[in-house]
């Protein structure tokens, strides 16, 4: 027989991720409770859906559309940079993608050289430490201080550069602390990039979904930043779009040829059918994101209720922002969290993602997700007491 053929150094040494791991084992349970996907359960909105059908029906979209995006989304999209995340955008600044997780691929590619370090404040999205190491790059995991909420520890951000850090990437809202980076913060962050002439990457899905005067605030609206920053951001949190894989990123004009030559080898374009979703989504009516932030926020409240009724099994920072909240386990036995994880799975039939899935500080914790109904939190932490007797 002959050899296995072997696959890259690059992809091989990749682990198998957590997330899809209990999402395997998930399926294998009846009736299960589910708080470990960070996906919107509610239908994207009938007028999003009503206007890529009569894209279709008007045959708009048997074809690649400009590799950069349709020119009325990104003008578009420009608009919605201005109202939303005061960025001074034009339509030629932006890149429309594959969701985020394209752009940010695309970004990441185009920014960093095989050897060089990047910065990731964690535990963070899984997703962006695999980019960097693809990209070959080094993740550099800058722990984020937990007591105050998992907020930025600037001064060790500071100490973490050498001279091959290039670059900076972020997710904020966080996935998958709910921790939303305060103005201050991101001022001092941008601050260190000028200094040190790096890129800073940001993922900012969960833009839209803040509660308690919470503010999102994007740096590229720093005019210092305008050439430093490439902003990811994405139609599947905030219309409730993820099948649509349909996002968006805003650069510099010196940036986006060169990012556009990372994105045509992967995409080509982002989907034409769903280019005109969002372009819907964006002029239409926003009562529905809205409701989407109402209902987070009420579930959010639910679930910090009922953790506050389990403050023997675990200990929270209240998430100021996303879907998303990553309660430390109290008990010995969370000091293995996929271990913890799988027991509550096959024990109690809930199913949460082991907070090791996002980097070494995770452990100890667990991610839940509260973009769920009341019922299926209610469920949960039934059985959640009822494990922890
Ligand atoms: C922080 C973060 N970024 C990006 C994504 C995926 O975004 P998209 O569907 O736009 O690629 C997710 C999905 O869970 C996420 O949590």
């Not at 940010?104 to 050897?115: Q, R, S, T, Y």
Request: charged share 20%; aromatic share 8%; glycine share 6%.
């Amino acid at each position: 027989m002959s050899k296995a053929p072997r696959c890259s150094n690059r992809v091989g040494g990749i682990g198998k991720s957590a997330i899809h791991e209990m999402t395997r084992l998930s399926k294998e349970v009846k009736d299960v409770a589910f708080l470990s996907w960070a996906k919107p359960t509610s239908d994207t909105p009938e007028h999003i859906k009503e206007a890529a059908i009569a894209a279709i029906r008007d045959g708009r979209v048997g074809g690649y559309s400009e590799t950069s995006g349709l020119p009325a989304l990104r003008e578009e999209i420009a608009r919605k940079l201005k109202r939303d995340n005061n960025v001074d955008a034009n339509p030629a600044q932006i890149l429309v993608t594959v969701g985020a997780i394209e752009g940010l691929a695309a970004a990441i590619m185009a920014v960093v050289d095989p050897g060089d370090e990047v910065i990731l404040p964690t535990p963070t999205y899984s997703t962006h430490i695999r980019q960097v190491v693809i990209a070959s790059g080094v993740p550099v995991l800058v722990p984020t201080i937990e007591q105050e909420g998992f907020v930025l520890d600037i001064a060790a951000i500071r100490q973490a550069i050498t001279p091959r850090t290039k670059a900076i990437v972020y997710c904020s809202p966080s996935n998958p602390t709910g921790t939303v980076f305060s103005e201050q913060q991101l001022r001092e962050l941008a601050d260190i990039a000028l200094e040190h002439n790096l890129t800073v990457i940001t993922d900012e899905a969960y833009e839209h979904f803040v509660y308690d005067g919470h503010n999102h605030f994007s740096i590229a609206s720093i005019p210092d930043m305008r050439r430093h920053a490439v902003s990811c951001y994405t139609f599947t949190k905030t219309y409730a779009m993820t099948g649509w894989r349909i996002g968006y990123l805003h650069a510099d004009e010196h940036w986006i040829p060169q990012i556009t030559k990372a994105h045509i080898p992967f995409a080509i374009c982002a989907p034409t059918v769903s280019q005109y979703a969002a372009l819907a989504a964006l002029q239409g009516d926003q009562d529905c994101v809205a409701a989407f932030r109402q209902h987070y926020q009420t579930a959010r409240d639910l679930m910090c209720a009922r953790l506050d009724r389990l403050n023997s099994v675990f200990d929270y920072q209240k998430p100021g922002g996303s879907y998303l909240m990553f309660p430390r386990i109290l008990l010995d036995a969370g000091k293995d969290s996929a271990a913890f994880c799988k027991r509550l799975l096959a024990e109690a039939r809930v199913s949460t993602t082991p907070g090791v899935a996002f980097g070494p500080t995770g452990e100890q914790h667990l991610r839940l997700s509260f973009c769920v109904t009341e019922e299926e939190i209610d469920k949960a932490f039934d059985r959640m007491e009822a494990f922890a007797g």
